[in-house]
């Protein structure tokens, strides 16, 4: 399998932020913050400078984060409204009820603030992966689900290591 490149655009306690082509990667693993979001959001309106077709927003939200703070909810109201993404994911893996619990809520705020682009809840990275896969092919892209995970694997090891 050939791994799909990236680029680290920040990385701190509570998360890592990455790109790749037509891509934008999040991994929340701790707090999410608005600060950090609207950075994030920064990063997607630089990357689809670069992907006319529109970007792709792969974000996991790990069991052990907590909800997040009143900046980062509106933050993430305005990145639904977004006309450069072309489509995004919010993974929280898990079974049980707190993991359905978190994408219930997660649901909720989606169907609220109705984004314009088509966003899915998922309860597993390689859900996500083919999904995002998918629609880069609509787009004449030809990265694998297998490849993309590969980053959000590389980049949760990467979090891990930094930030024990």
């Known amino acids: 399998m050939t791994k799909l490149p990236y680029d680290v655009v920040e990385i701190d306690e509570d998360h890592v932020v990455a790109t790749a082509p037509n891509m934008l990667f999040m991994i929340w693993r701790r707090r999410t913050v608005g600060a950090a979001f609207r950075r994030a959001t920064a990063a997607m309106k630089t990357l689809a400078v670069q992907s006319p077709g529109g970007i792709g927003v792969c974000q996991v939200v790990e069991q052990e984060s907590v909800p997040p703070d009143n900046e980062a909810r509106a933050a993430f109201q305005e990145y639904l409204r977004l006309k450069d ?80």
């Open 85 to 164: 993404v072309s489509h995004g994911t919010l993974i929280h893996e898990g079974a049980g009820f707190k993991a359905a619990s978190v994408r219930a809520v997660m649901a909720g705020v989606m169907a609220l603030a109705r984004p314009v682009f088509r966003l899915n809840i998922c309860s597993s990275v390689n859900e996500a992966t083919r999904f995002h896969s998918q629609m880069l092919e609509k787009q004449g892209r030809h990265e694998t689900a297998e490849e993309i995970a590969s980053v959000v694997q590389a980049l949760r090891t990467l979090h891990r290591e930094r930030f024990p």
